[in-house]
C-alpha cells in the first residue's frame, strides 16, 4: 500500500511553483439533477456538468513568480490562469485552465504573513 504525505505535493501556476504551501485541497464535483418518477420508491440522477476548485493556504513571498503573478492577475487583470497544476507526488499531477476568485492576506502578531487563494477551473480537469 503507498501511502502519499503532503511532503511530496507541489502547485505550480503556469509554469512557476507556487512556493511556501501549507496546504492545498483540490474540490472536483459532478453536478446532478433529479429523474425520479412519480411512484418510485428509490431516488434517481442523470450526471450533468463538472467543476473544480482548488483551495490553498501559503506563507506570502512576494518574491515567489507564482504568488506575485497570482497578485498582479488578481488585482489588475482579468483572472484568467493558462494551466494550474496540482501535483500528487512528484510525476502525477492534475492540471487545467483556471480563474483566481479569492486572495486572502492575512498579517498577524508572531507569525508569518500567510495567504489563501482560490481558483475555479475554466475548462476541463487533466490528470496526468
Do not use: C
Not at 439533477?33 to 456538468?49: H, R, V, Y
Not at 497570482?70 to 507526488?89: K, N, P, Q, S
Amino acid at each position: 500500500m503507498a501511502i502519499l504525505t503532503g511532503t511530496v505535493g507541489k502547485i505550480k501556476i503556469d509554469g512557476n511553483d507556487l512556493g511556501e504551501v501549507n496546504n492545498g485541497a483540490l474540490a472536483i464535483v459532478i453536478d446532478s439533477a433529479e429523474t425520479t418518477e412519480l411512484g418510485d420508491t428509490w431516488k434517481t440522477f442523470m450526471p450533468l456538468g463538472k467543476s473544480w476548485t482548488l483551495n490553498a493556504s501559503l506563507l506570502y513571498d512576494p518574491t515567489n513568480p507564482a504568488q506575485l503573478a497570482l497578485r498582479t492577475e488578481f488585482i489588475t487583470g482579468d483572472g484568467d490562469l493558462a494551466a494550474v497544476y496540482m501535483y500528487e507526488d512528484a510525476i502525477d499531477y492534475f492540471l487545467g485552465p483556471g480563474v483566481i476568485t479569492g486572495f486572502n492576506k492575512t498579517k498577524a502578531i508572531n507569525a508569518p504573513d500567510a495567504v489563501a487563494i482560490t481558483i475555479v477551473g475554466n475548462g476541463a480537469l487533466t490528470h496526468s
